[in-house]
C-alpha cells in the first residue's frame, strides 16, 4: 500500500507544496522537459521528505511522480486537477 500524495505544480514551475499523509511542506518545482508526450519536472523538498523526485505529467492530466533513494525506488501515479477545476 501506498501513502497518498499530492503536489501543487506552478505553471512555469518554482515554490509548490508537496503533501504526503503526514503533512505538506515547500517544494521547488525545476521544469526539465517539455515534449510532445508531456512535461517533466524535478521536485525537491528539503525539509521533512528530503526529495528529488522525478515527475512527468503527460497530456492527459496523468502523472507519475518517481522518488529514487539509496534502498528503493517509489512510484506514485495518479490523474491532476488543474487550478479552477
Do not use: Y
Amino acid at each position: 500500500m501506498q501513502t497518498p500524495i499530492s503536489i501543487h505544480v506552478p505553471r512555469a514551475g518554482g515554490a509548490g507544496t508537496f503533501c504526503m499523509a503526514t503533512g505538506c511542506e515547500n517544494a521547488v518545482i525545476e521544469p526539465t522537459q517539455t515534449r510532445r508526450s508531456g512535461w517533466t519536472a524535478i521536485v525537491h523538498t528539503d525539509e521533512r521528505s528530503n526529495k528529488d523526485a522525478e515527475l512527468t505529467i503527460a497530456r492527459d492530466l496523468t502523472f507519475t511522480l518517481r522518488d529514487a533513494d539509496n534502498l528503493s525506488i517509489i512510484t506514485w501515479t495518479g490523474a491532476c486537477d488543474p487550478a479552477g477545476s
